[in-house]
């Protein structure tokens, strides 16, 4: 079972960065294009970034374009998302997870392989 961990979660000032890391302990996620989702405080969960499973390329929701940046290690078996110019909108909890057929990066459509992870919590203080 493919279940994903994330970490680097903290609380930061507006104009900070985090980097979020992605691991999936006893399961490989090489195969698999991955996407970060996040879900703000009372929203539904969205998707924000996704990398192929070569990780030659990526896409990513205007919310965040120019300031994420999405990349991986396949022998590290990790994904990573740098944040930077960190707004208080971006607040939510972050979840990573592994996409199955018939999910498009290119179209940002996820179809989840696995199950979800805790996810980790991004506070933005103004």
């Known amino acids: 079972q493919l279940q994903p961990v994330e970490s680097g979660g903290d609380l930061v000032h507006t104009g900070g960065s985090l980097r979020l890391t992605c691991t999936a302990p006893g399961a490989t996620l090489q195969p698999y294009p991955v996407g970060w989702f996040r879900q703000a405080p009372g929203k539904d969960r969205e998707i924000i970034s996704c990398i192929s499973a070569t990780g030659i390329n990526a896409n990513y929701a205007d919310s965040v374009k120019g300031r994420f940046t999405i990349s991986r290690d396949n022998s590290k078996n990790t994904v990573w998302l740098q944040m930077n110019d960190l707004k208080p909108e971006d607040t939510g909890t972050y979840y990573c997870?592994?996409?199955?057929?018939?999910?498009?990066?290119?179209?940002?459509?996820?179809?989840?392989?696995?199950?979800w992870g805790q996810g980790t919590q991004v506070t933005v203080s103004s």
């Open positions: 997870v592994a996409a199955g057929y018939p999910s498009s990066c290119r179209s940002l459509v996820i179809h989840p392989f696995g199950s």
